[in-house]
């Protein structure tokens, strides 16, 4: 559905590699930073191409290809905006009064609605709260659940994690997998790796709101991102 859940349930700051799942070349660099602003967590994510001749190659004329910044408050989502240079993509979720406002902007087409909030929801860059919540049920085995909101639908998601057998020492595998079986049914498969002594995110593994030339067009980003 283009909405990353890379790095879902990260905190602090970090960077990271994001390498195309089909070839193994490092496409992007990530950097998620954090700060408190007038008592609000502020969190902003970067993503950028490794090279100048990298953009270039993918038309673009600087090394930004996409940023995200999301506002909370006491672990409360309160605003998030996404800028998709590469499509051209602009989008905004904003919460106010219990409503969800959305605003979706891809070239000449707009698209808003308006949603009566049921739910805590995460967008990619702003759930860094949401590992302490959740890993206790994780590292016993227990499922976890969370919602995700994907402004380019104008709707959330509920999604579910549940702890797998990993195959490399020291790690937790963790299946991410939507809560809706009709659209689990066409999902990409996707899932995180943590380090299993104190939760923290090694790796992502699915799509991302990146993209990847295909012809004269794009197409989604299917990525393995790892956290340095």
Excluded: C
């Excluded at 190659?57 to 605003?79: C, H, I, K, P, Y």
């Excluded at 790796?193 to 993209?211: E, I, M, Q, T, W």
């Amino acid at each position: 559905m283009g909405a990353t859940l890379a790095l879902l349930l990260v905190a602090a700051n970090f960077t990271a590699r994001v390498v195309d799942q089909d070839t193994g070349e490092l496409r992007f660099l990530l950097r998620h930073d954090e700060e408190v602003v007038d008592g609000r967590l502020h969190v902003r994510e970067t993503y950028r191409y490794p090279t100048l001749a990298a953009a270039q190659a993918d038309g673009m004329s600087d090394l930004v290809a996409n940023t995200e910044e999301a506002f909370l408050q006491g672990g409360e989502l309160l605003l998030y905006t996404i800028e998709q240079r590469q499509r051209d993509q602009h989008g905004v979720i904003e919460i106010d009064g219990g409503t969800v406002y959305y605003t979706w902007i891809s070239g000449p087409e707009r698209k808003q609605k308006q949603a009566k909030l049921t739910d805590r929801l995460a967008v990619p860059s702003s759930a860094a709260g949401m590992l302490a919540e959740l890993w206790s049920q994780l590292i016993a085995g227990k499922t976890a659940t969370a919602h995700l909101a994907v402004v380019s639908e104008l709707d959330d998601f509920g999604f579910e994690l549940k702890r797998e057998d990993a195959d490399k020492p020291g790690e937790t595998r963790v299946r991410v997998k939507p809560t809706n079986p009709v659209i689990a049914l066409f999902a990409p498969r996707l899932f995180l790796r943590f380090a299993s002594r104190d939760g923290k995110v090694v790796s992502y593994h699915g799509p991302l709101n990146l993209a990847k030339r295909d012809g004269k067009g794009w197409r989604t980003l299917f990525a393995d991102v790892f956290v340095e």
